[in-house]
Nanobody, 124 residues
Framework: QVQLVESGGGLVQPGGSLTLSCTAS????????IGWFRQAPGKEREGVSC????????VYIDSVKGRFTVSTDGAKNTVYLQMNSLKPEDTAVYYC?????????????????WGQGTQVTVSS
């Protein structure tokens, strides 16, 4: 079964950039979709982006459009979330999770394998 591990979080100043990675082990992501979610303290987990590995379809929530980019490497073993122009409201624990597609991607219940999360803090 596929296991997912996130990395790349950290502390960054407003306007800065970070790239998160979601690396799969125990299998390939080739026929799956990967969603990125985030959860800030006291808030519900929200879907940020989703990518289908086979055809590279991508989708984003409005608040990150033009700032975040989701992509995958040629081996289709790692998915990246490039985050630019970061804002304090982007502060959260970021998770990646796998599903069979991006339909209903905003809902966490549609995703079944989750990583452990990586903290992103945007602060001056």
């Amino acid at each position: 079964q596929v296991q997912l591990v996130e990395s790349g979080g950290g502390l960054v100043q407003p306007g800065g950039s970070l790239t998160l990675s979601c690396t799969a082990s125990g299998g390939t992501l080739d026929y799956l979709a990967i969603g990125w979610f985030r959860q800030a303290p006291g808030k519900e987990r929200e879907g940020v982006s989703c990518i289908t590995i086979r055809d590279l379809y991508t989708v984003y929530i409005d608040s990150v459009k033009g700032r975040f980019t989701v992509s995958t490497d040629g081996a289709k073993n790692t998915v990246y979330l490039q985050m630019n122009s970061l804002k304090p409201e982007d502060t959260a624990v970021y998770y990646c999770a796998s599903s069979i597609g991006c339909a209903g991607w905003r809902q966490a219940r549609g995703f079944y394998h989750w990583g452990q999360g990586t903290q992103v803090t945007v602060s001056s």
